[in-house]
């Protein structure tokens, strides 16, 4: 299957800026879709950003102007470049991938387990 290692959590003070990772490896044939997802204590999980295999983005409102997403195919790769951070930006993030594996015709969703970014002076 498809195994997701996040990277880059941690924290930071208001107006700082941190960059998570996720790699991605396994029986991977192709990668559509990778995104970044997060979890606020008491919330819905909800999409941050996603970057499809066109290179085509989406961001949700809170993120535009301040996050950046970007994939390294080459590496099936997924990076979240997050800047002027505020406290509402504390939550665990997850990466999301849209892959197909070997003997399967479809793609399927994975999930990385996690990682914590704590915004907080």
């Known amino acids: 299957q498809v195994q997701l290692v996040e990277s880059g959590g941690g924290s930071v003070q208001p107006g700082g800026s941190l960059r998570l990772s996720c790699a991605a490896s396994?029986?991977?044939?192709?990668?559509?879709?990778m995104g970044w997802y997060r979890q606020a204590p008491g919330k819905e999980r909800e999409l941050v950003a996603r970057v499809i295999s066109g290179g085509s983005t989406y961001y949700t409102d809170s993120a535009k102007g301040r996050f950046t997403i970007s994939r390294d195919n080459a590496k099936n790769a997924v990076y979240l470049q997050m800047n002027s951070l505020k406290p509402e930006d504390t939550a665990v993030y997850y990466c999301?991938?849209?892959?197909?594996?070997?003997?399967?015709?479809?793609?399927?969703?994975?999930w990385g387990k996690g990682t914590l970014v704590t915004v907080s002076s």
């Open positions: 396994g029986s991977i044939v192709s990668i559509n879709a």
């Open positions: 999301q991938v849209e892959a197909a594996t070997t003997g399967h015709n479809y793609y399927g969703n994975y």
